[in-house]
């Protein structure tokens, strides 16, 4: 198999783990529907909540909270058309190409396993990080994405206006046509490069970035590097790194890097570029996710393997799977994770009877950790055995947050018992 082909596959199983399921996203949703009955009584945030922090002296403040169901955590703003409008226009920028929804959270991964994805230390925050996406996307040969001026000619805020429901609904209409219109043009040339192909290119075009932004800004509203003397709306030059948000122009959405991570961020692209146009692909894995993922991978059965359930789906952007008929193999899908989460009501003590058969063969005696009420209950994970159960789960990643936890309800021996 050749290096081309290897990288390709591992970015392949990378995204069968890292994309949302069906039940993710109806996980999402009723998080997201709780909230918004939550936010009306701040007294029902302290049942299925918690780990609250707010953070009032934020450019949008934000209170973090994190769920007990499936331990997700969430920013709430209240009222930030803003935020609402741009994540929509990344949505139906990515319809233009699937490609890009996986090149974002390859990324996304990519940057937690380096540590250059959290604007507290001075690095990308996730926007940035999707809006160099979108800028490789402009300019690689051929284009995939047109400017974005192309998909909206004006400054998205600005045009926040009059009636809500008006402004976003002429703003979707613009959109849409402008978006039907690229598509639909004939002379333009398809790009057809491999997710591989993609995912290195973009490695080795910010291989450099620390040197270019000193004169260079990113602009994805014209698809184009910017001379930044030239822009007098980002005068004067106060950031390390200029990456123009297209939408809210002139911000800077990476205003948080500073000019000393932004010298390790550069180095990270080199060496990552380096690592994977190299034909020693030993430490490939290693490069491209977090320690935990990559533990998660080794423990992910052959999911080839795996015969086709049909309540199993694919992951958010692709089609159910088929199953197999008198025609045909069945079609590969990912393995499903079963996330079992009980109600305070459902989790109930375990208890195990152990008859010891005399003094030589006495057992160990367990104790039981009893949670002592709703706030303690944490969701409970369960992993399957594939050979009793074929068509059930495989594996959970616990979240890293409940190790402490997970911790405390181990069983533990009781030498003091007597014979």
């Known amino acids: 198999m050749s290096a081309q ?33 939550a936010v009306e009584s701040v007294e029902s945030l302290r049942g299925g909540w918690r780990r609250y922090q707010l953070i009032p002296n934020a450019r949008v403040p934000i209170l973090k909270v994190e769920s ?67 800028f490789h996307f402009q300019t690689c040969a051929p284009a995939i994405f047109p400017p974005l001026k192309d998909i909206y000619p004006g400054n998205l805020i600005d045009d926040l206006k009059g009636l809500r429901a008006d402004t976003e609904r002429r703003i979707e209409e613009t959109c849409a046509a402008n978006i039907r219109r690229f598509q639909s043009y004939n002379l333009r040339a398809e790009n057809r490069s491999s997710l591989s192909e993609l995912f290195i290119s973009f490695l080795g075009k910010f291989s450099d970035i620390s040197l270019k932004a000193s004169e260079l800004g990113i602009c994805t509203y014209t698809g184009q590097w910017q001379a930044i003397k030239s822009n007098m709306r980002w005068l004067p030059q106060t950031y390390a790194l200029f990456i123009e948000d297209p939408f809210e ?41 977090r320690p935990q993922m990559l533990s998660l991978m080794v423990r992910t059965p052959d999911w080839r393997r795996q015969p086709t359930h049909p ?104 030498s003091d018992r007597p014979v």
């Open 5 to 37: 082909s290897t990288l390709e596959n591992t970015l392949k199983e990378i995204l069968r783990v890292v994309k949302p399921l069906r039940e993710d996203w109806t996980t999402r949703s009723q998080i997201i529907d709780e909230l918004r009955g």
């Open 68 to 134: 007990n169901l499936q331990n997700v955590s969430c920013d709430i703003s209240i009222d930030n058309l803003k935020c609402q409008m741009k994540s929509r226009l990344l949505f139906w920028i990515s319809e233009i190409d699937t490609r890009f929804r996986d090149m974002v959270l390859l990324v996304k991964e990519w940057a937690k396993a380096h540590n250059i994805n959290n604007p507290k230390f001075g690095t990308f925050n996730s926007y940035s990080l999707t809006l160099l996406v979108v």
């Open 249 to 289: 122009q002139p911000e800077n959405s990476a205003r948080a890097v500073s000019k000393r991570e932004l010298t390790r961020i550069s180095e990270t692209f080199e060496m990552s570029h380096h690592m994977l146009i190299s034909p020693n692909h030993s430490s490939l894995l290693a490069t491209l996710v």
């Open 311 to 414: 309540q199993r789906f694919r992951a958010e952007g692709s089609h159910s799977p088929t199953p197999s008929n008198n025609n045909g193999p069945r079609q590969p899908t990912r393995p499903q994770v079963h996330r079992v989460v009980r109600s305070p009501s459902q989790v109930q003590p375990q208890y195990q009877t152990v008859k010891p058969k005399g003094p030589s063969e006495v057992q160990p005696q367990y104790q039981t950790v009893k949670p002592k009420g709703p706030s303690q209950v944490q969701p409970q994970f369960q992993t399957m055995n594939p050979k009793s159960h074929p068509n059930r789960a495989t594996f959970k990643k616990p979240p890293l947050q409940t190790y402490e936890d997970q911790r405390q309800q181990i069983w533990r021996p009781r």
